[in-house]
């Protein structure tokens, strides 16, 4: 079935959008009605587009009321579930703000940090992205608002929790950074999270959006890296912040660990340096997998006591 926007109009049909906040739920959760709270009072937001990828029933209703109701909001429906990249560019096709804001539906940002994210990158070069800082319900910042480049290496040291032993060898540094002191100020950053970004939607559209070859986990990685790769900067902003739940969605562990397996296969293999890589790659293939789920399995178990 084709997507099917129902599409308001905003307050002033003849100003551009200055943001435009991109909100992909599926199977979401309380959080979903936290997250759009924070982004209704946003100063800098001018416009939510809400991608349903197959809610149930009751929520899919709710939200239609929800743009019956409110002339800022854009909802996509009727597509199913086809996966965080494609439901992201299909936010991108519709919106019409200079900056496209990604949200996950379980962050809840704190005010301002949308104005703060379009300031840290003005004078970036361009293709750019920003990244927020995610914290939990304590303030301590969460895993992947900052990382560094993925190699089949550091993704083998982070599933075996070797990082630790970063203090005796740099060999095991950990990818994601952050235990690091927090910065002062913005700083380049190779990866940020695709939970809160933002970019400009022209950089979007010519570095091709996100890949949607990933169904969900890895797309945020991946266009981090081609930015860079063209020249851009990727930048992280932390004073944008947003309060991340994390692990809302009742989507089966086995299932996103299943997706997030395939996407690192998919990256390793799309920026593997030579037909040998390539083919190390496929034989690492199952050994990724299978890591990756006895992880999921192990956390699962933790979860239920």
Same mark, same amino acid.
């Given at each position: %079935? ?49 991608? *349903? ?20 909001? /854009? ?41 703060? %994210? ?35 290496? /550091? ?5 075996? @929790? ?15 950074? =952050? ?9 380049? %950053? ?12 022209? *950089? ?10 990933? !169904? ?28 991340? !739940? @994390? ?20 990256? !390793? ?7 040998? =890589? ?10 990724? @997998? ?6 999921? !399995? ?8």
């Amino acid at each position: %079935m084709e997507p099917k926007a129902q599409r308001s109009r905003t307050a002033d049909a003849s100003a551009p959008a200055r943001v435009s906040a991109i909100v992909v739920t599926y199977h979401t959760g309380d959080s979903l009605e936290l997250c759009l709270r924070s982004l209704f009072s946003e100063p800098w937001v001018d416009e939510v587009i809400l991608v *349903d990828n197959g809610n149930p029933a009751p929520v899919s209703s709710s939200l239609r009321a929800l743009q019956a109701d409110r002339r800022d909001v /854009t909802l996509i429906q009727g597509q199913g579930n086809v996966g965080f990249a494609r439901a992201c560019n299909l936010g991108a096709e519709l919106a019409t703000g200079r900056h496209l804001l990604f949200v996950n539906p379980d962050a809840v940002l704190q005010r301002g940090a949308a104005e703060r %994210m379009v300031e840290a990158g003005r004078r970036a070069r361009s293709p750019w992205i920003v990244g927020g800082r995610l914290v939990d319900k304590r303030g301590r910042e969460q895993r992947g608002a900052r990382r560094e480049l993925l190699t089949p290496w /550091t993704a083998l040291v982070g599933m075996l @929790g070797l990082g630790s032993l970063e203090i005796v060898s740099p060999v095991f540094r950990d990818v994601h950074r =952050e235990r690091d002191p927090k910065p002062d100020t913005v700083v380049p %950053m190779p990866v940020v999270s695709g939970a809160l970004m933002l970019m400009p939607r022209a *950089d979007f559209v010519s570095i091709g959006g996100f890949d949607e070859g990933y !169904f969900l986990h890895v797309e945020d990685i991946d266009i981090c890296r081609r930015v860079g790769e063209a020249g851009g900067a990727v930048l992280f902003e932390p004073g944008a912040e947003a309060l991340h !739940f @994390g692990a809302t969605s009742r989507a089966s562990w086995s299932k996103v660990e299943g997706h997030k397996a395939r996407g690192l296969v998919r990256y !390793f293999e799309k920026f593997a340096a030579s037909p040998a =890589e390539r083919a190390a790659i496929k034989l690492l293939s199952p050994v990724i @997998g299978a890591m990756l789920m006895a992880r999921g !399995f192990l956390r699962a178990l933790v979860r239920r006591r």
